[in-house]
């Protein structure tokens, strides 16, 4: 089944530790990103990638890092800097992220919280 | 600036009946796309429908119909004879340069009561 993965659903980090997100696809799309959502909120961009080894920053990229070494996966670092990370991290890909009615394709999410 | 606006927090409606969701936008750039996601409790953004900006009709998904108004800068959400499963959040969102970004709403929650 194709589709995007996003691993763990839950995940508690404490003060001042650095946290992974991982993002896996097997659609075959080249462009890949992430959105934060708070309570009530819609979603904010915070990096994306439109190839392999390449990413640029979003809305709200200050306090996180992502990498794209391979085309199937997007990695999200939460760092320390991050002041207020807790909230619901969506992981999403499309077929280029040059075509205006390319469609995003969203994961299940990742829910972190600071403990 | 490109902003998208959803002033509905929240709406009810009865099952089997059709319900619109509003969505304005605004952005000085004439190409744009406009989407519509759904959102149940689970929290996966699932995709409903696209507008093109130069799309002469509406577009039709199914049970989801877009109300495309350019000159109001609207594209509310139409869906026919609601059902229980359609309880979730509603969020529009549009792309207005190349590069991907979406621009998102702050939602509308939709409750379908039996």
């Known amino acids: 089944d194709g589709g995007i993965t996003q691993s763990p659903k839950y995940l508690f980090r404490k003060e001042g530790q650095n946290v992974t997100l991982s993002c896996e696809q097997n659609?075959?799309?080249?462009?890949m990103y992430w959105y934060r959502q708070d309570p009530g909120q819609g979603l904010r961009l915070i990096y994306y990638s439109q190839i392999v080894n390449d990413f640029q920053k979003g809305d709200i990229a200050e306090g996180y890092s992502v990498s794209r070494e391979k085309k199937e996966s997007f990695p999200l670092t939460v760092t320390s800097a991050q002041k207020n990370p807790t909230a619901f991290y969506l992981c999403?890909?499309?077929?280029?992220?040059?075509?205006?009615?390319?469609?995003?394709?969203f994961g299940p999410g990742t829910r972190l919280t600071v403990l | 600036a490109q902003k998208i606006t959803q002033t509905q927090p929240g709406m009810f409606v009865q099952e089997k009946e059709a319900v619109t969701l509003d969505c304005t936008y605004d952005?000085?750039?004439?190409?744009?796309?406009l989407f519509w996601y759904k959102q149940p409790s689970s929290g996966e953004m699932i995709f409903l429908i696209y507008?093109?900006?130069?799309?002469?009709q509406n577009a039709t998904e199914g049970r989801y119909s877009l109300n495309f108004q350019k000159a109001r800068k609207s594209a509310n959400l139409v869906i026919s004879a609601s059902q229980l499963g359609d309880s979730a959040m509603y969020f529009c969102?549009?792309?207005?340069?190349?590069?991907?970004?979406?621009?998102f709403g702050q939602g509308t929650e939709l409750s379908v009561k039996p």
């Open positions: 659609l075959n799309h080249d462009a």
């Open positions: 952005t000085s750039d004439p190409s744009y796309g």
């Open positions: 969102a549009m792309r207005v340069a190349w590069g991907g970004k979406l621009i």
């Open positions: 999403a890909s499309s077929t280029t992220g040059s075509n205006m009615q390319d469609t995003q394709y």
């Open positions: 507008q093109g900006s130069y799309d002469q």
